[in-house]
Every structure is written in structure tokens, then in C-alpha cells.
């Protein structure tokens, strides 16, 4: 089999690249390593930045999103018992974020998939990526047979565990790592909201997110140190100690039920440079992970698709390397910037076992300026959204 793009893995980023790479008439076949039953059955992230919001419309999967999702003009902080709104809309010049759940966002462009007639493989076993840099292919296993796909590029979309940066030469690759000393306990349930916007707060006895998937359907987390696992804790017990970590009049709004899903994230920090080796580029969760608190794994994935697009495009329509050639450093510049701000949500509102006394106080300073700056919220509202690409 040939084709001009191997995308490996059908996340996010491997179906939306698909899918623009495909409304552009440039080949391309997705191999993914689990069933795609498997793929939709994964609850993560749940807020859209307006860039990638932008980006599903361009690959003209935005039809649900639009009809379905909750545009959010705000969100709150919540510390020392009290609420703070910050006003998106108003702080970052006219940008929203839109509600959205990753599992519905994977489900529509699965769909256009599927109607775009081109080849996704499922329950690909042992993929491997030879020749990255002169005539690229991969290999896997399936039904019995070892089956082999050539082409010009791979576009590594197989996010932190995949096989992509892992076939990289070790000299050949920088990787940064933080990895946090907590992890987040995440409870899916049908039951209203707490609050029309997402609440993020602060608690001596750790971080909590009130977040919601539509006004049926809540979505909630709460820190958890980093060796638990989400079978110890009951829907009661969570329910519990949400309450006890957010003001009392939000604590009051919470409606319980029983959980659909239940499930624990190690909070982790990590970038892999450069992006590109030969004809190997690595996008989204392959590439770089940032702790959940600043919404952004998603949308970063996003962003890299779109370098990537333009890139693989420019190539193929222009007879232009300078946008591939581009790729690693562009991505990179945005990558580093939601690092720092992923990093620092999480430094401020979670609860570090070893910080000393100086540290918490510091910490109390960070949030007493952040709600009582412009600049601060300004700057806050920025990053929230999304900084362009
Ligand atoms: P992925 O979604 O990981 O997709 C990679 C795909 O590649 C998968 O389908 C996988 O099966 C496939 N694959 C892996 N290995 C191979 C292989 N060897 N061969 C072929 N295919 C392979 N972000 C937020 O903003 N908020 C959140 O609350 C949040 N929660 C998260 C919870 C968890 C448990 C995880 C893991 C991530 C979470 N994220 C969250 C991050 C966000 O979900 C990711 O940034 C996003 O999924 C990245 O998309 P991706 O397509 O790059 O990678
Ligand atoms: C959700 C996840 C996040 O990491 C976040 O910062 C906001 C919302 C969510 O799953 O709804």
C-alpha cells in the first residue's frame, strides 16, 4: 500500500490532521493501535480554545460542536473560601472557550472520517517506522499478516506512550520533563452543574475543578497524591471531599449521582525537541504533555496540526520545503508558552507536599495579585484562550 501521509494513531490529532489533509485532496491512511471503540470510550479534556474550535470548522466538523456546545465567556478562581470570576470575554478583547468534550470531538471527526472514504486502520499491532529519512514506511500486524505502508511523510500523532518519538535515536532528541507529585481524580456524572462556568479552586487540602460536559452532565476533579487509584475512592467519598474543598455556596449547588466514570491522570510536564527528524514529524501528545489545569493538551495538539497542515500543504500544492522546514520551531514557540502557563496554574492553586512555608505564601501573593490586577487577569484571560497561531 502507498500513500503520501502515514498518520500513526487516531486520536485528535491524527483525525483532524486526517481530515484536513483530506478537504485538501492530499492522500493520507490513519494506523491506530486499539479499536476504535476503544478510542471513544477515553473521557479527557473539556474545553475548546477558539483556535481549534476554528480549525474543526475548517476540517467542516464544527456542525454538533456548534449546536451542542456551551460557549463560556468566564471562568472562576476559587481560594480562602471565596469565589472570583474572571471575565474572558471582557479581559482578552472578545474570546470565549467552548465546552466541548474531547470524546465528542474524537466521535465527530471519526464520522467525517468515514464519510471521507479514506483508509483508517484499527487494532494495528506492533506498528513500526522505518527509514525516516530517505523513503519512509511503516509496518504492522494484523489478522495474521504483516502489512507494510510507504509513503512520503509520517505524521507521529500516537500521543506520550506511542511509537513515534520512541523510534527517534536517542542522541538525536532533547526531552524535558517535570512530573508533579499529585495526580487528578476525575468524576464523570449525569447530574447539573454546580455553576454555570468552571470553578477552580484552591484548597489546603487540595486543588478541585467544577466542569460540566452540557447542563445535564458534570464533570469534576479533585488532587489525589500521586500513588492512589480511583477503584479506592467510592462516589461518596469523592463527592465528600469535592464539597469540602470549594466555597460553601458552590459546595451547596453541587447535585450528586452516581459516576459514569471514574478515573485517575498523573499530572506531568514534558516537551521532546525538535519535532521533525528526516520525514518524521511528531504532533500533539507525542510530542509534549502539560498537566491538565490549563485546559491546553487538547488545544496545543490543535495548534501543531495546523503547522503541520500548512506545512504538509505547502509542500504538496506549492512545491514550498519552508513551511515543513518551519514546522518544529513554530509549534515549538507556542508549546513552550501553554508549558509555562499549564505550569504555572498548577503551581499556584495545587497543594505541594514539600513546599515550605515561604513557598505557600508565595502562592497566597500569586492569587491575592492575580484578583486584584488588570494585568494580572489580563494576562490570565490571554493564555486561558488561547494565544494565537
Ligand atoms: P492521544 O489522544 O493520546 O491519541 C493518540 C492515539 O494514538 C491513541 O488513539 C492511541 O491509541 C494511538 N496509539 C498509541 N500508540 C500507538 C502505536 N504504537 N501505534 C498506533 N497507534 C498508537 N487535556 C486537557 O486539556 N484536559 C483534561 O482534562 C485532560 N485529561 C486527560 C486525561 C488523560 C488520562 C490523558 C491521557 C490526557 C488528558 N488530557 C487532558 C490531554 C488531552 O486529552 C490530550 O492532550 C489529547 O488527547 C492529545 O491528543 P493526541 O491525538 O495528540 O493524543
Ligand atoms: C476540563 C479539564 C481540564 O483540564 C480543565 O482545565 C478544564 C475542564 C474538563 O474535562 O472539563
Redesign the pocket.
Known sequence: MRTQIAI?????????LGQLLSNAGIDNVI????AAA??LS??????LEQGMVGLLEQAGCATRLHAEGLVHEGIEIAYDGARHRFDLKQLSGGSTVTVYG?TEV?HDLMEARAASCRTTIYE?D??ALHDLDAAPFLT?RKDGATHRLDCDFIAG????????RQSVPAAAIQLYERVYPFG?L?LLADVPPAAPELIYARHARGFALC?MRSPTRS?Y?IQTDGTQKAEAWSDDMFWDELRRRLPPEAADHVVTGPSIEK???QLRSFVAEPLRFGRLFL?????H??P?T????????AS?VHYLFEGLREHFHDHSAAGLDAYSSRALARIWKAERFSWWMTSTLHTFPDLDAFGVRLQAAELDYLTHSDAAAATLAENYVGLPF
Do not use: M
Open positions: 500513526v494513531g487516531s486520536g485528535p490529532a491524527g483525525l483532524l494506523v491506530e493501535r486499539s476503544h478510542v477515553r473521557i479527557r479534556a473539556g474545553v474531547q474524537t494495528a506492533g506498528v504492522w500523532c500516537d500521543g506520550f506512550h506511542g511509537v513515534s487528578w476525575g466542569s464533570r476533579y478515573s485517575i491522570a504532533c500533539g501528545d507525542a510530542a504533555i502539560v491538565p490549563g485546559a491546553k493538551g487538547l488545544n496545543l495538539a501543531d
